[in-house]
């Protein structure tokens, strides 16, 4: 700012971050503010208005908020989180999500016994001899990771208007 004086006076260079990497099964609430350089992992909840520092490394399924954004706790216990890292449901094909998307309303929160069973069962074969699980997609895997260049990480994202509120209208005026 002081080279607007002029004089001679130079600026400090603003400082440069990696690209931001969000990977699967995220929910990142309003007005978030990633600083760049950071890396949201598999099944993070971002609170309203955080701000995640630069560089900042994030746990699966963990849950954040705050300014700076911490660890507030884990969306379920140690075991099922690395149950569902090891399952990687979001790299199976569509077909196979849609013939056991029941499994996915089960509530894996509460009781942690029931909700290893139910990773072990989209994991084993199912009795009647057919293979519950198909075989995994080749080395290209259809998860979706999303990687935000620096140059946008400095304009805010849209929101969706909401249905519930009243659009504003332009009155005639006479």
Not at 148 to 155: D, G, N, V
């Amino acid at each position: 700012m002081l080279s607007i004086l002029g004089g001679g006076l130079k600026n400090a260079p603003p400082p440069q971050y990696d690209d931001t990497i969000i990977r699967n099964d995220v929910w990142i609430d309003d007005e978030m503010m990633v600083l760049g350089g950071s890396i949201i992992e598999n099944g993070c909840v971002i609170g309203a208005r955080s701000l995640q520092p630069p560089n900042f490394p994030s746990e699966p399924y963990g849950i954040y908020a705050g300014s700076p954004a911490r660890l507030i706790r884990y969306r379920f216990t140690e075991k099922v989180r690395a149950a569902l890292l090891e399952l990687a449901w979001r790299e199976m094909p569509m077909e196979w999500i849609r013939k056991n998307n029941a499994m996915f309303m089960e509530d894996m929160c509460t009781d942690e016994a029931k909700a290893l069973l139910v990773i072990d069962i989209l994991k084993a074969p199912a009795s009647n001899g057919k293979k519950c699980m198909e075989a995994r997609p080749p080395e290209r895997s259809t998860a979706t990771t999303i990687h935000i260049p620096k140059a946008l990480m400095q304009y805010p994202v849209p929101r969706p208007h909401n249905a519930s509120q009243p659009r504003c209208r332009l009155s005639k005026r006479k």
